[in-house]
């Protein structure tokens, strides 16, 4: 069973830093593209980044603050977010990447981690 | 970067309606458009991918259609669980971007 576990959510003050991690199992984790899609309160969803095995992008809303890695070995995505401001709160979602028939689709969601940046 | 736009935002609808939503891209995007459902609380659900095809799990009461800028999600047969916001996304190019979506409520 696919099963991705988002931590490390919490409150912090603008200008901060937190960083969020995705443990991943049931699936190959070293062959997926994983992500991270936001969801400010009583909004809509938002992709933040994407990280393949050959490349690495980002929403423009968070290119120079955040910057997403991952470990194969630990099979866990992570997003570290710096320069934080108030409209980066969100429910950061880990979303995984299909292969084959669903390539480039997310087919897997985390249950989502809240950030809330506040003074 | 592509815009998605949605209709209509809300719609209100019984038990047993058909149920469509529209969505359109601001670039030709093939198929690569994919449909989400999400539950007050709960994460998004991938329920369509490549405009058409039906994700693994999924009622087939679900389907979708549409190329190139326009996109269809028809409900057929509504029911109490399908009550929840509806998301479309493309899947042609970076950045990723969603539809506003659109709420489906009971009437």
């Known amino acids: 069973e696919v099963q991705l576990v988002e931590s490390g959510g919490g409150l912090v003050k603008p200008g901060g830093s937190l960083r969020l991690s995705c443990a991943a199992s049931?699936?190959?984790?070293?062959?997926?593209?994983m992500n991270w899609v936001r969801q400010a309160p009583g909004k809509g969803l938002e992709w933040v980044a994407s990280?393949?095995?050959?490349?690495?992008y980002y929403a423009d809303s968070v290119k120079g603050r955040f910057t997403i890695s991952r470990d194969s070995a630990q099979n866990s995505v992570y997003l570290q977010m710096d320069s934080l401001r108030a409209d980066d709160t969100a429910i950061y979602y880990c979303?995984?990447?299909?292969?084959?028939?669903?390539?480039?689709?997310?087919?897997?969601w985390g249950q989502g981690v809240l950030i809330t940046v506040s003074s | 970067d592509i815009q998605m736009t949605q209709s209509p935002s809300s719609v209100s609808a019984s038990v047993g309606d058909r149920v469509t939503i529209t969505c359109r891209a601001s670039?030709?995007?093939?198929?690569?458009l994919a449909w989400f459902q999400q539950k007050p609380g709960k994460a998004p659900q991938l329920l369509i991918y490549?405009?058409?095809s039906l994700q693994s799990g999924v009622p087939s009461r679900f389907s979708g259609s549409g190329s190139g800028t326009d996109f269809t999600l028809t409900i057929s047969s509504l029911q109490p669980e399908d009550f929840a916001t509806y998301y479309c996304?493309?899947?042609?190019?970076?950045?990723?971007?969603f539809g506003p979506g659109t709420k489906v409520d009971i009437k």
């Open positions: 490549a405009a058409s």
């Open positions: 996304q493309q899947a042609n190019s970076f950045p990723r971007t």
């Open positions: 670039l030709d995007i093939s198929r690569w």
């Open positions: 979303v995984r990447e299909g292969v084959g028939t669903t390539t480039y689709f997310l087919d897997y």
């Open positions: 049931g699936f190959a984790f070293s062959l997926y593209t």
């Open positions: 990280i393949g095995t050959a490349y690495i």
